[in-house]
């Protein structure tokens, strides 16, 4: 029978320091990012056409092996793809589209995917089809290839998400400042909220920055406190969905109703 190990056990002292609280600047307007993602997205093509022509030799480019030049091109095209794509979620977070129309919600929430397929996909297959390249240019390179068109498409994923309907909900519901952390996924109503005890710096702003800084959803221990009503998913439910509610001064009544006060 094994021997019972006994562990050295050490009080961590508590150095009762709060989290630093920083304000965040304002995200600015989307479309400003939807030009800089849409020309970003334009390079990469740009990137990938020169590849193209240089594999049937319409471009000369005597200074590099032929690999060199398509790896270079393949890099280029990977780099505005992902940057480009940044900038489109960031976008999609500060103005999102509707849900009303699934399809191009989903169309223009997976914009970034499909640029990085349209990005890669043709060049993989002239790379493959193509007589002139040896061997090894030809395995090394379309692997390059492959690789990128998963790095970037993975890297184009908006893996939070939202609707324009769930932005308006909340910003509809939660008033003052929220808080989240570097790495968060979703956004607190309370400073003190048990889940921020082990960050050291909190980042705060209204909700609808920390939404356009990526945290879509609302932590569902803040939500519970304030009994605020969330989805399966954390997106605060709007109070009333039946009837859109045309003036402005009932919207922020009712919102009131449903937020306890802080303390
Ligand atoms: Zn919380």
Same mark, same amino acid.
């Given at each position: 029978?094994?021997?019972?190990? @006994?562990?050295?056990?050490?009080? @961590? ?7 630093? +609280?920083?304000? $965040?600047? #304002? ?5 400003? &990012? ?14 990938? +056409? ?5 594999? !049937? ?5 005597? !200074? ?20 480009? %794509? ?15 129309? #699934? ?14 397929? !349209?990005? !890669? ?7 493959? @089809? ?6 090894? $240019?030809? @395995? ?18 908006? &893996?939070?998400?939202? %609707? ?13 400042? +929220? ?14 909220? =048990?889940?921020?005890?082990? %960050? *050291? $710096? ?24 304030? %009994? ?12 009333? *969905?039946? $009837? =859109? ?5 009932? +919207? ?12």
């Amino acid at each position: 029978m094994a021997e019972k190990k @006994t562990h050295n056990i050490v009080q @961590t002292e508590s150095t009762g320091a709060k989290p630093q +609280v920083v304000q $965040t600047k #304002p995200a600015g307007n989307a479309t400003g &990012y939807r030009v800089g993602a849409i020309v970003l997205w334009l390079l990469a093509i740009v990137c990938e +056409v020169l590849a193209v022509l240089y594999l !049937f030799g319409k471009l000369e480019i005597t !200074f590099l092996p032929t690999l060199w030049v398509l790896i270079i091109l393949i890099v280029l095209d990977l780099a505005f793809v992902i940057i480009g %794509s940044q900038l489109w979620k960031k976008a999609n977070h500060i103005k999102p589209a509707s849900k009303k129309n #699934p399809t191009l919600f989903w169309l223009w929430n997976n914009m970034g995917v499909i640029v990085a397929c !349209f990005a !890669f996909i043709p060049l993989i297959i002239l790379m493959l @089809t193509n007589k002139d390249l040896d061997k090894k $240019t030809k @395995t090394i390179a379309v692997i390059a290839a492959i690789v990128a068109l998963l790095i970037g498409g993975a890297a184009s994923v908006d &893996y939070n998400p939202i %609707s324009q309907e769930e932005q308006a909900a909340a910003v509809d519901t939660i008033e003052g400042n +929220v808080y989240w952390t570097q790495f968060g996924k979703v956004y607190h109503t309370h400073e003190d909220c =048990p889940h921020l005890n082990n %960050s *050291d $710096t909190l980042y705060t702003n209204n909700v609808s920055e920390a939404i356009a800084a990526g945290r879509t959803r609302l932590c569902k221990t803040c939500a519970a406190k304030d %009994s605020v009503e969330v989805d399966e998913n954390g997106f605060v439910v709007a109070k009333d *969905d039946a $009837t =859109p509610v045309e003036g402005g001064d009932e +919207v922020s009544d009712t919102a009131d109703d449903g937020v306890k006060s802080l303390d």
